[in-house]
């Protein structure tokens, strides 16, 4: 028997904090509607070799809002932000079919989140093939439906030799211009990256394991190293998976670039621009070292909690966080606190 004694002055347990997640996916486009718009997300899975019958599991739950409030329940996770999959309206060529489909996701996910009141907030979809035709859908989308910022899957698909486009393109000022004058934050999701020669051979190498952060890092480059942050000061971009490994590459782009700026020249380090213009998530990225290396960094106030789900389940995440070898009170503003006051969420 192992000898204790009693704690007769120890208060409650502490309940499990609030959580809000903000990278939480759905598929409107996978239901069976018939729409003209549909992606075919498995044709993506495939190129990437995932395991069929783990994403048929991820498939079906994109598409079941109920499911996920359940889910939600049981992991003790108060409320998610949601936001279309991979690619959603930037994997269709066709402009006008593009804005059609984020028009419908955006109406879908409004209607989803009037079915479940408290539960879920929005992040819109937006087509940037015609920079103002997405400014004026991030603007209905926001003033109108209630969303909270736009989730952006990588580059546009475009036709022609290049294949995509990246937001740091200049005919996009427009975009940005709407989005600094709404001010609401941009979360800038990961794609396969356009040129895959790199992986060939390796598909386990193309999405999650690898290829997306570098892809998405360098996507987050471009739009430090175009000044849209120096011309934008408020703007305000969320990098999911803690970061997408520029916290911890930080100090080393920003030395090289000082010998070699190529004729590049930037008002801030790329360190104050992540303080100051970016947002991270904990979205499938629940290890100690890499919070902790995060939080040196960029701060517990730039940090935001998200499970990625259906792509991961919730419980570990939550888990996580509760035991993270950090402060209680960094605890708390990567839980919630953070999230409710970016995303102008109600607080607890």
């Known amino acids: ?34 729409s003209a718009q549909q992606i075919d997300l ?26 996920r409030v359940a889910a939600m329940d049981a992991a003790g996770i108060d409320l998610s932000v949601l936001s279309h999959t991979v690619p959603g309206a930037q994997g269709i060529e066709d402009p006008a079919l593009a804005a059609a489909a984020a028009r419908e996701i955006n109406d879908t996910l409004a209607s989803a989140i009037a079915r479940h009141p408290g539960r879920f907030a929005g992040l819109a979809s937006v087509a940037l093939h015609d920079p103002e035709a997405g400014a004026r859908e991030l603007e ?19 036709a022609g030799d290049r294949g995509g486009e990246y937001l740091d393109a200049p005919r996009l000022l ?16 990961p794609r396969p ?16 394991t690898w290829g997306f952060a570098p892809e998405t890092a360098s996507h987050a480059l471009r739009l430090v190293h175009s000044g849209l942050f120096d011309r934008f000061p408020s703007l305000t971009v969320v990098l999911g998976h803690l970061g997408e490994t520029l916290p911890y590459f ?80 960094d605890r708390r503003k990567i839980a919630h606190l953070n999230a409710r006051a970016l995303f102008s969420l109600p607080r607890r």
């Open 1 to 34: 028997m192992t000898y204790t004694l009693p704690a007769v002055g120890a208060p409650p347990p502490r309940p499990p904090l609030p959580k809000v997640a903000v990278e939480e996916h759905f598929n409107v486009l996978a239901a069976p509607s018939g």
């Open 42 to 67: 498995s044709r993506l899975v495939a190129s990437m070799g995932y395991d069929r019958t783990w994403m048929s599991l991820v498939e079906a739950r994109l598409v079941d809002f109920d499911e």
């Open 140 to 158: 209905r989308a926001v003033t109108q439906l209630g969303f909270k910022g736009a989730m952006i899957n990588g580059y546009t698909n475009v």
């Open 174 to 189: 427009p975009f940005w211009e709407a989005v600094a004058h709404l001010r609401v934050p941009i979360y800038l999701h």
């Open 193 to 208: 990256a356009l040129d895959q020669r790199v992986h060939d051979g390796h598909a386990q190498l193309i999405g999650a």
């Open 250 to 329: 930080a100090w080393r782009i920003q030395h090289c670039f000082e010998f070699n700026p190529a004729g590049k020249y930037l008002e801030r380090r790329l360190q104050d621009y992540l303080c100051d213009n970016f947002y991270v998530s904990t979205s499938g990225f629940f290890s100690d070292q890499a919070l902790i290396g995060a939080v040196l960094t960029i701060g517990a106030d730039r940090i935001l909690f998200a499970v990625d789900y259906p792509y991961e389940p919730m419980d570990p995440a939550t888990a996580w966080l509760e035991r993270a070898p950090i402060s209680e009170i």
